[in-house]
């Protein structure tokens, strides 16, 4: 671990279903499964199922708190978790696979336990939030075909976690689409178009298609980041071109069959708003795609705004 760099520690269930929301984001340099907060050193994986050696699976995350800080790290973490389980989560029972939050140094205690305190006056659960905010311990490395589970055997992995109850669970409580109705009111009749009826805003008679100042745009319902001017190029084709998201685990890309022809759709995570496509076309030297987007899907933050409006942790990207 360098000088810039900092660690965060958090059980979750299962560690196969813990790694994934984590990994690949800004910021991140490694996420580890592994067995923490019990007594045995080296533990297996038996051992630590067997719920005779005081661990619990977990995942180790190693990051960059300027980029990542450690509040959005917690936000993410309960967003995979149901706090209010004691005994597990979902079809996993058992001690070793209780929730806990294993803080670093005082100020990881200091934001844990206030994001903790906001989740259970949100009203968002019923029942008390039961994971605890404990010290860390030493952390031992899980043995290798349990590291990026999720790669490896995705498919399996895509099953247990819908099989598990965890997938259902996090869209029913984390993942609720907004009122269209309400949305009718909020948003212009392109904007309602685009984003709940997949419709497609006309080339060069869009707000951003040659909008060329610096900043972030957003999605226009639920306001998390999606792409950055420094992704932003002209591609030609009269629609705002990025070439990747700030964060691809803010979208969802789906195979769009409609009008004919076989397209990756390109949504966003939390909405569930239509953005426009992704195709291969896009400049060799980025990566190659081109996600085309709608300008009345996104609102665009001026860099100099972004403090202003709450966007300020994503101010690393213009430096």
């Not at 900092?6 to 800004?26: I, K, Q, S």
């Not at 934001?111 to 031992?140: C, M, N």
């Not at 979208?251 to 291969?280: C, P, Q, W, Y």
Request: one cysteine or more; proline letters at 5%.
């Amino acid at each position: 671990m360098s000088l810039s760099t900092e660690l965060a520690t958090f059980a979750g269930g299962c560690f196969w279903c813990m790694v994934e929301p984590f990994d690949e984001r800004p910021g991140i340099i490694s996420v580890v499964s592994g067995y923490t907060g019990g007594d045995v050193e080296n533990p297996t994986y038996e051992q630590v199922c067997s719920d005779t050696t005081g661990h619990v699976e977990a995942v180790q995350i190693e990051f960059n708190p300027e980029i990542m800080p450690y509040g959005k790290l917690v936000e993410i973490f309960w967003q995979q978790i149901d706090p209010t389980d004691a005994g597990g989560q979902f079809n996993d029972r058992g001690e070793s696979y209780q929730t806990a939050i294993f803080y670093h140094n005082e100020k990881q205690l200091e934001v844990a336990e206030q994001s903790k305190q906001r989740l259970e006056e949100s009203g968002k659960f019923s029942k008390p939030i039961v994971t605890p905010v404990i010290p860390a311990k030493a952390f031992y490395r899980a043995e290798e075909n349990h590291q990026d589970y999720y790669k490896k055997q995705s498919f399996h992995y895509r099953l247990y976690k819908k099989g598990s109850g965890r997938e259902d669970f996090i869209k029913k409580n984390w993942q609720q689409k907004p009122d269209k109705s309400k949305l009718k009111e909020k948003l212009t009749p392109i904007q309602y178009s685009v984003t709940q009826e997949n419709g497609t805003e006309r080339p060069y008679d869009n707000e951003y298609w040659d909008n060329e100042q610096e900043g972030i745009y957003v999605d226009i319902i639920s306001g998390d980041v999606l792409f950055s001017s420094h992704d932003k190029f002209d591609a030609g084709c009269g629609w705002p071109s990025f070439t990747k998201p700030v964060d691809p685990h803010q979208v969802n890309e789906n195979t769009d069959t409609s009008h004919g022809m076989i397209r990756t759709e390109v949504r966003s995570k939390n909405a569930d708003s239509h953005l426009g496509h992704v195709f291969d076309d896009g400049p060799k030297d980025k990566g190659g795609l081109r996600y085309c987007m709608n300008s009345a899907a996104m609102q665009f933050i001026r860099k100099e705004e972004m403090k202003e409006k709450g966007y300020e942790e994503y101010l690393y990207l213009f430096k």
